[in-house]
């Protein structure tokens, strides 16, 4: 098919009842704007171009709706007029002549590519326009879609709608599919002439039909089109969106034992034949490859875990981590900007961060990369095989060696060579009889319960 597809984005909305310093558009949906997911879907359904209708927030909205390949027009609604004002704000992309429009809002991001498609597929089946319908039994505040005999012959809005017609339970989602040569001379019909005296999008169907045209529904599952008002709304939002993503992964082979414990970003990856257990978080940029585990109650953003890694219970992997295969990171360890050496393992209670850690290498508990003086960030570099004691403190820059060991309790402020043994501490000292000495001190101090002891 290669019809050319527009599609009008509103999202010119003042988003009053999020009670927010940014445009509702913007708020996020699996980590990513609400925006940027609609333009997602269009992208799937074969959209030429993007006519994007802004208000406030215009600079970041259109940055959102960009964001994705598709090319994005902007077009700015000075007054809120109303839906059909709203669409006709992009009067100049739709006059450049296109063969179907598509109308979305901004504030529906759980849109997919299906029911869009059939909208378009009925325009081009000779309907003047389509609508995306939904079946609920909560219909109040949608506009209603009234049908006879198979045909759409007008949308009704709940202010508008006599007590018989708010009865229908088959409401309008706001997405259409319009036939392109005969959209602006349909929407220029639109008057104003309703209880809030808006231009409604909504009346084109009575327009077109009284121009000798007809209209078409699409039903679509509610959950795919639910719209976003208020906070409440936007939970319930990212809890469909959760769901859906958290279904994908598992039937395409990740196993998960407590879906609904565990936190998707709109572009986690996660292979097959991984299995991550409850409380586990994935902010963006995260790839998980096959085989890996991921534990109980670990924090993810931003990092690349190969096949046989390991990672928590409770870890976080920062911005930058990459596991290579079979490195194991264990609870209670931050990293950061590292990489981590194919079987390396960092088990216990470590900080890594601006680091290179090479294949094979055992940091002990307590290891601290220092790499922050307070304004700059220096890299720390372990060679293969080595052996980092426990509580070593790496004061960076600094490189150790291959098949080098630190002592523990270290502060490693020179560069080890390979194989080396480095002792960055003092050596201790055995004074004979004076343990048994300071505790009979101590006990005799408690005992005349003295409050503060002798130095
Ligand atoms: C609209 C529909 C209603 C449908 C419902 C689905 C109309 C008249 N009504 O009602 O049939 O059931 O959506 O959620 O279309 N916008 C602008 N400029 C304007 C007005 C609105 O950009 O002048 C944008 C809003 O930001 C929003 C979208 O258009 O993204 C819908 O507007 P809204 O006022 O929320 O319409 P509803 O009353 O919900
Ligand atoms: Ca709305």
Redesign the pocket.
């Known amino acids: 098919m290669n019809d050319r597809v527009l599609a009008v984005v509103?999202?010119?909305?003042?988003?009053t009842r999020m009670k927010s310093s940014k445009s509702?558009?913007l708020h996020t949906v699996g980590n990513r704007p609400m925006i940027s997911h609609v333009i997602a879907a269009l992208e799937q359904t074969g959209v030429e171009h993007v006519a994007l209708?802004?208000?406030r927030d215009a600079e970041p909205v259109i940055a959102a709706a960009a964001s994705g390949t598709l090319n994005v027009t902007a077009f700015e609604?000075k007054?809120?007029?109303?839906?059909?004002?709203?669409v006709l704000?992009a009067r100049d992309e739709i006059a450049r002549g296109y063969d179907q429009i598509i109308v979305a809002?901004?504030?529906?991001p759980l849109i997919e590519a299906g029911p869009l498609g059939e909208a378009l597929t009925k325009v081009r089946a000779g309907f003047d326009a389509a609508v995306i319908g939904f079946e609920t039994d909560r219909p109040t505040?949608?506009?209603?879609l009234l049908v006879e005999d198979g045909e759409l012959v007008a949308?009704r809005?709940?202010k508008d709608a006599t007590p018989d017609e708010r009865g229908v339970t088959f409401?309008?989602?706001?997405l259409m599919a319009i036939d392109g040569a005969k959209a602006l001379s349909l929407l220029e019909k639109i008057t104003n002439n309703n209880v809030?005296g808006?231009?409604?999008?909504?009346?084109i169907i009575e327009v077109l039909r009284a121009a000798g045209g007809k209209a078409a529904t699409v039903e679509a599952p509610a959950d795919t089109?639910a719209?976003c008002?208020n906070r409440a709304e936007l939970a319930e939002l990212e809890a469909i969106w959760q769901r859906r993503r958290r279904h994908q992964l598992m039937v395409s082979g990740v196993t998960m034992i407590a879906p609904e414990t565990v936190f998707l970003s709109f572009d986690t990856t996660i292979a097959p034949d991984v299995t991550i257990e409850p409380n586990v978080i994935f902010g963006p940029g995260v790839t998980v490859e096959s085989g890996a585990v991921i534990h109980a109650f670990s924090h993810i953003e931003g990092a690349h875990v190969a096949g046989g890694a390991s990672v928590g219970p409770f870890a976080r992997l920062r911005p930058g981590a990459n596991l290579h295969a079979n490195a194991k990171v264990g609870n209670f360890v931050e990293i950061k900007k590292a990489e981590i050496g194919a079987g390396a393992k960092v088990s216990h209670l470590t900080y890594i961060g601006d680091a290179v850690v090479g294949r094979n290498v055992n940091i002990g508990a307590g290891t601290v990369t220092c790499n922050y003086d307070g304004f700059n960030k220096f890299e720390t570099v372990i060679g293969a095989n080595s052996f980092i004691g426990s509580n070593t403190l790496l004061v960076a820059p600094v490189r150790v060696g291959e098949g080098a060991l630190t002592a523990s309790g270290s502060v490693i402020t020179e560069d080890v060579p390979d194989a080396a043994a480095a002792f960055g501490r003092a050596r201790q000292v055995n004074k004979e009889g004076l343990g048994a000495g300071i505790m009979a001190r101590n006990k005799a101090v408690k005992e005349a319960g003295k409050v503060k002891p002798p130095r």
């Open positions: 509103l999202a010119a909305g003042e988003s509702k558009v209708v802004v208000g609604q007054e809120r007029l109303g839906t059909g004002h709203a704000a809002y901004g504030d529906a505040g949608y506009g209603r949308i809005e709940e409401c309008n989602s706001g809030k808006e231009y409604y999008l909504t009346d089109v719209g008002n």
